[in-house]
């Protein structure tokens, strides 16, 4: 049978990719606060829990984009529409019984390593000294160090997940998607540790939906195989099979700044 995928924030960024790709294969649907008129998507803010719950019902896997998406949005924003529509995007799958919940979670939940060598540096463009694959990647071991509210949004949406996962059953797999933007294109020096390629999320989110249910909790890094990469894919292939194929390196010499 068709798996049924749900997708919460279907009309942002990743959502939009996402919804494209996947429903050549699978029975996609979705969310969204602000959809496109013209579109049959439902109008929904997760925030609002009872509206929103019966919506999952008969759903196979949800993948969870709701959320503001700005790095640097303030408190007030991501309490209500990070914290609290994480929170309902779990709760709504528990209610509904759906089995797997594909969490967007982000780099920016250890940000703050980038204040430190090698990564300060490499953020930069500044390679003295440093050649790929001498120094130790940021993996899904290391602490959570979050660069700002929105980190932290993210950050508690993995112990959430975590919470359900061991709670509930749930199989739960957060994702911490570097930088994807809809012209596929890196835009800056960073962009070329962190940029995952349209290819590669597609890849990496197939990867996910087909992975056994006895994978009950993971965090893993979305990123493309970037020559400077800073973060640590290797549990992605060995749990999941995720081996990108693009580099941002390409793009060096067509940067704009």
Same mark, same amino acid.
């Given at each position: 049978?068709t798996?049924?995928?749900?997708i919460t924030g279907?009309?942002?960024?990743?959502g939009?990719?996402?919804?494209?790709s996947l429903?050549?294969?699978?029975?996609? %649907?979705?969310l969204?606060?602000?959809?496109d008129?013209?579109?049959d998507?439902n109008?929904?803010?997760?925030?609002?829990l009872?509206?929103c719950y019966?919506?999952f019902?008969?759903i196979?896997?949800?993948?969870d984009?709701?959320?503001t998406?700005? =790095?640097f949005?303030?408190?007030?924003?991501v309490?209500?529409n %990070?914290?609290v529509?994480?929170?309902n995007?779990?709760?709504?799958?528990?209610m509904?019984?759906?089995k797997?919940?594909?969490?967007a979670?982000? %780099?920016?939940?250890?940000?703050n390593f980038?204040l430190?060598p090698?990564y300060?540096?490499?953020? =930069?463009?500044?390679y003295?000294?440093i050649?790929?694959?001498?120094f130790?990647?940021?993996?899904?071991d290391?602490?959570i160090?979050?660069?700002?509210?929105?980190?932290?949004?993210?950050?508690?949406?993995?112990?959430?997940g975590r919470y359900?996962?061991d709670m509930?059953?749930?199989?739960?797999?957060?994702l911490?998607?570097?930088?994807?933007r809809?012209?596929?294109t890196?835009q800056?020096i960073?962009?070329?540790?962190?940029? $995952?390629? =349209?290819?590669? $999320?597609i890849n990496?989110i197939?990867?996910c939906?087909?992975?056994?249910?006895?994978?009950?909790?993971?965090?893993y890094?979305?990123?493309s195989? %970037?020559?400077w990469?800073f973060?640590?894919?290797k549990?992605?292939?060995?749990?999941?099979?995720y081996?990108?194929t693009c580099?941002a390196?390409?793009?060096?010499?067509?940067?704009?700044?």
């Open positions: 049978m798996k049924k995928i749900f279907i009309s942002g960024t990743i939009t990719i996402l919804s494209n429903s050549t294969e699978y029975d996609v %649907n979705g969204d606060s602000s959809p008129e013209s579109s998507i109008h929904q803010d997760m925030t609002d009872d509206s019966k919506l019902n008969g196979d896997i949800v993948i984009l709701a959320a998406t700005d =790095q949005a303030d408190w007030e924003e309490y209500k %990070n914290f529509a994480t929170r995007s779990f709760e709504a799958a528990r509904a019984g759906v797997k919940v594909i969490f979670s982000s %780099n920016h939940a250890v940000g980038e430190d090698p300060n540096k490499i953020v =930069q463009g500044d003295s000294d050649t790929p694959g001498s130790k990647l940021v993996d899904a290391c602490p160090r979050p660069d700002g509210p929105y980190g932290i949004g993210k950050a508690l949406g993995e112990a959430i359900y996962s509930y059953g749930l199989s739960v797999i957060c911490r998607i570097g930088t994807a809809s012209d596929d890196p800056n960073r962009h070329l540790s962190t940029f $995952l390629f =349209q290819k590669d $999320l990496l197939k990867k939906i087909d992975a056994p249910p006895e994978l009950k909790f993971g965090i890094y979305g990123v195989g %970037n020559k990469r973060w640590d894919i549990n992605a292939y060995i749990d999941l099979g081996k990108p580099n390196e390409s793009f060096r010499n067509k940067l704009t700044k």
